[in-house]
């Protein structure tokens, strides 16, 4: 118990801080004011996924389904007359055609329409955190990452080599981080699935999951390795954990075609916040003020094995043929 207590007030304050780097959204203003391509990407991600794709679930919400349920109504209307009444029938096809009519908006638009706005929206979050990054770089928001005395880099730069063999590293690494990931989401929505304590885990490790991807982007840019991010992001869990909330919330607040356009326009600006955020420099100041050591976790434990495992396979693949 008393070591318990001892972790409650570092994780709360890192938790905190998470949260409010998160919240800095007007570095976003900042990004946009100093980058034109980043501005129109911006643009680009709300006319997509605010203006069209939650536009349309309004429309279809506000003016469809009223529109259906008035021409073809759930209930009898008396004054129709009484022998139309008397055939409940005709009011199972109403139904019946009301119901047929909203799949068919729903399979030949709203399916298409979230899986074009997926892939382009993951393209163009690739090139928002590219232009984002660049800000950070030419005008040394982020001194810590872009210069030579940063932890993150030094390591980085003496243990990946130059040439084709860093970028052999680094496509492995991508592959590796990528299998990873997807494993880790795996678990994350089969403990969602857990009586009593499986929403609550579900939200603290989709925060986490997300707070990885709106962190990747920077990380990738500068080249920091797998191993030193992963062992980063697990030492300092809960400020993670309070950086990636704010991106989770819609989920339990709206449908899940709602909550997927709520947050592929959060998203981006999250990455951007991630993008001006100064993780190590913001932890290690927060050392005094909390007068504790947070214990790491090994959250992506299972994953690693797992992601081990199936990468071993394919060398007895090749032994096989």
């Not at 030949?108 to 979230?114: C, D, E, T």
Request: charged share 15%.
């Amino acid at each position: 118990m008393e070591s318990l207590a001892s972790q409650a007030k570092p994780a709360a304050v890192l938790w905190l801080a998470g949260f409010l780097q998160a919240a800095r959204l007007h570095r976003v203003v900042s990004f946009c004011v100093s980058s034109r391509a980043l501005s129109i990407r911006i643009a680009q991600c709300f006319l997509l996924n605010g203006f069209i794709f939650l536009g349309s679930l309004l429309t279809l919400k506000s003016v469809v389904i009223p529109t259906l349920l008035w021409i073809l109504p759930e209930q009898c209307d008396q004054s129709w007359g009484q022998h139309l009444c008397d055939h409940t029938a005709a009011v199972a096809m109403y139904s019946f055609l009301r119901s047929g009519l909203v799949e068919i908006f729903y399979v030949f638009w709203f399916y298409p329409l979230y899986i074009f706005s997926f892939i382009i929206s993951t393209l163009w979050y690739g090139d928002i955190a590219k232009h984002a990054l660049a800000v950070v770089k030419s005008k040394k928001l982020d001194a810590s990452q872009a210069s030579d005395s940063d932890p993150h880099n030094t390591s980085v730069s003496a243990d990946r080599p130059e040439g084709f063999d860093g970028v052999a590293i680094g496509v492995g690494e991508q592959v590796y981080s990528i299998l990873l990931l997807t494993i880790f989401f795996a678990e994350v929505t089969v403990i969602g699935y857990v009586p009593y304590l499986g929403k609550a885990m579900n939200f603290l490790l989709l925060s986490l999951m997300y707070a990885y991807y709106c962190f990747e982007y920077k990380w990738n840019f500068f080249a920091v390795s797998l191993n030193h991010r992963l062992d980063f992001f697990e030492s300092n869990w809960a400020f993670f954990a309070g950086f990636g909330s704010p991106c989770v919330l819609p989920i339990f607040f709206f449908s899940p075609l709602t909550s997927y356009g709520v947050m592929a326009i959060l998203y981006p600006l999250f990455v951007m916040t991630a993008a001006g955020t100064q993780e190590e420099q913001v932890i290690d100041e927060l050392k005094p003020s909390h007068g504790g050591k947070l214990n790491r976790i090994p959250l992506f434990f299972v994953a690693k094995r797992l992601t081990t495992q199936a990468l071993q396979l394919f060398p007895e693949a090749q032994k096989e043929q």
